[in-house]
């Protein structure tokens, strides 16, 4: 627990918030020079007991529960990266879950600029693999030179994708469809992707796939064949990222190497300290 960075988050951000705007007033006691909501003020809203919040702010609540950290976030309108912050702070450990269920929606408009700077195919999409911003070179890879609106849509049941994406039953569907499942057992609410699981279980060669998956496949490294719409065959390899205000939402990078493959590229994996790549 970091008491004092705790501490001022929570001070922070509780001072933004007018009592008037909750129908509270405002302390008049003598000493109370603070603004925005009191701790006490904190606990009526949230319907806790006296000095729940206080004990919160000042570090005296070990191993706080995560509906109290969940009630306080949203009162105090945090921010996803504020959330993962606050949970560092109180538990010394990540959140177990977005504080927005729905995070994951949307991301600065700069990551277009971003995506259209780099020399490699490139896209970025939300929680339900809704494409919200892709560059040129990763449109080149699909017939008709225009990317699908939905990305695991398109490899799971698009029949076009099971030319593009080279051995699509062995490489391809048994590391997707994991990603399809895992997302869907973490919120069985999302519609977009109840809809592309009944199109996976209505086609013939996915839905078998499908129903033996279990294991999540990460993407980050990974290498995979391709039958690139305007490059010919070749070989991808993947790297994954995730937005940080973004919980859900995921950048992928697609290194297109042509021809057979050449087996797992001797590239020694990053580390601070190591000797730099030669030139």
Excluded at 43 to 54: F, N, S, V
Excluded at 59 to 64: E, F, V
């Amino acid at each position: 627990m970091d008491k004092t960075a705790l501490g001022t988050l929570l001070r922070e951000r509780r001072a933004l918030i007018a009592p008037e705007s909750l129908g509270l007033s405002r302390p008049t006691r003598q000493g109370r020079r603070a603004p925005g909501l009191s701790q006490a003020q904190i606990d009526q809203l949230l319907h806790r007991a006296p000095d729940t919040y206080g004990r919160l702010e000042s570090g005296r609540y070990p191993n706080p529960p995560v509906q109290l950290l969940q009630d306080v976030a949203a009162l105090l309108g945090l921010t996803e990266q504020e959330w993962t912050a606050l949970w560092r702070y109180a538990a010394g450990q990540d959140p177990p879950r977005p504080l927005d269920t729905r995070s994951g929606e949307e991301v600065p408009g700069a990551w277009q600029e971003a995506l259209d700077g780099m020399s490699h195919m490139a896209y970025v999409s939300d929680r339900s693999w809704n494409l919200l911003a892709r560059n040129p070179r990763f449109d080149a890879l699909f017939p008709g030179g225009t990317a699908p609106s939905n990305i695991m849509r398109w490899m799971a049941v698009d029949p076009a994708a099971r030319n593009v994406l080279r051995d699509w039953e062995t490489a391809w569907a048994p590391r997707l469809l994991p990603q399809l499942r895992s997302a869907l057992a973490a919120d069985p609410g999302d519609r977009t992707l109840a809809a592309i699981e009944r199109e996976v279980l209505a086609d013939p060669l996915a839905a078998p796939l499908y129903e033996e998956s279990h294991a999540y496949v990460g993407l980050d490294g990974d290498e995979r064949p391709v039958d690139h719409t305007l490059l010919g065959p070749g070989w991808v390899t993947l790297c994954a990222a995730h937005p940080m205000g973004a919980p859900g939402a995921r950048m992928v990078i697609m290194i297109f190497r042509p021809g057979v493959r050449r087996g797992p590229a001797a590239v020694p994996a990053l580390r601070a300290g190591a000797p730099g790549r030669p030139g």
